[in-house]
């Protein structure tokens, strides 16, 4: 997936659905800094972390995209 800032978009989505970030991480099996680092874009997750979090968020990984 080409690189793009996952980090702004995957946070916004995670406010507008009322999900604290310890929460997101904990239903997506993975670390609170781990997530954290996404947001803060100083690391890029995966294609498939990207569509676990947008499924769990209840949005599609293109509405995510145009953000």
Do not use: C, D, N
Not at 39 to 64: F, Y
């Amino acid at each position: 997936m080409e690189t793009e800032q996952w980090g702004r978009r995957i946070r916004a989505f995670r406010k507008l659905k009322g999900y604290t970030q310890a929460r997101l991480a904990k239903e997506l099996g993975v670390s609170l800094s781990h997530l954290g680092e996404i947001e803060r874009e100083s690391r890029q997750p995966t294609e498939e972390l990207i569509e676990r979090i947008s499924k769990k968020l209840g949005v599609s990984v293109e509405e995510m995209k145009h953000l």
